[in-house]
């Protein structure tokens, strides 16, 4: 005897679908969406480090090539590392990486700072392994990180937009 009905959960999906459709949501890269504002119109201030390029190259894959940009994005990248891990030895087996972008929307036409915010987050790395997972694992946990704060960027730009119209 099971306690899962798939007539209940069927008709409650469908109703949940009914609501949604009924509250006006519509998906924000869909064709036609808010995102849609953005696409080709955000020119992001150029990497100077092997950071702040995966958060251009995230940056630049959703917003797509520029060729007459409405808006300028401009930030700062912080981070700080933390072991985490240690033996009895006292070696370290793990580090926590932290990392916060403040970044600024301003619209180029009118130089009129449409919003300025933050984001953060954090991923982690073990230590442990070959040398060349010693030399690898930072390098893309920062770049996990990177397109990390890439995307809640590209989620508060949206929101903003959104509420600009």
Same mark, same amino acid.
């Given at each position: 005897?099971?306690?899962?009905?798939?007539?209940?959960?069927?008709?409650?999906?469908?109703?949940?679908?009914?609501?949604?459709?009924?509250?006006?949501?519509?998906?924000?890269?869909?064709?036609?969406?808010?995102?849609?504002?953005?696409?080709?119109?955000?020119?992001?201030?150029?990497? /100077?480090?092997?950071?702040?390029?995966?958060?251009?190259?995230?940056?630049? #894959?959703?917003?797509?090539?520029?060729?007459?940009?409405?808006?300028?994005?401009?930030?700062?990248? /912080?981070?700080?590392?933390?072991?985490?891990?240690?033996?009895?030895?006292?070696?370290? #087996?793990?580090?926590?990486?932290?990392?916060?972008? /403040?970044?600024?929307? #301003?619209?180029?036409? #009118? $130089?009129?700072?449409?919003?300025?915010?933050?984001?953060?987050?954090?991923?982690?790395?073990?230590?442990?392994?070959?040398?060349?997972?010693?030399?690898?694992?930072?390098?893309?946990?920062? $770049?996990?990180?990177?397109?990390?704060?890439?995307?809640?960027?590209? /989620?508060?730009?949206?929101?903003?937009?959104?509420?600009?119209?």
């Amino acid at each position: 005897m099971s306690l899962f009905d798939r007539r209940t959960f069927l008709i409650s999906a469908i109703a949940s679908l009914g609501a949604v459709a009924g509250c006006g949501f519509s998906p924000a890269y869909a064709p036609g969406g808010t995102a849609a504002a953005l696409r080709g119109q955000v020119d992001v201030d150029a990497p /100077s480090d092997r950071e702040s390029y995966a958060l251009v190259n995230r940056l630049s #894959t959703v917003f797509g090539p520029t060729t007459a940009p409405l808006y300028r994005l401009s930030y700062d990248i /912080s981070t700080t590392e933390h072991a985490i891990g240690l033996t009895r030895d006292q070696e370290i #087996t793990r580090y926590h990486i932290e990392g916060k972008v /403040s970044f600024t929307l #301003t619209e180029i036409q #009118t $130089e009129r700072v449409l919003t300025k915010s933050d984001v953060s987050s954090f991923t982690a790395y073990s230590a442990t392994g070959s040398t060349v997972d010693a030399i690898t694992a930072p390098r893309d946990a920062y $770049e996990r990180l990177m397109v990390i704060l890439a995307d809640q960027m590209v /989620s508060k730009l949206i929101t903003t937009v959104e509420m600009q119209k």
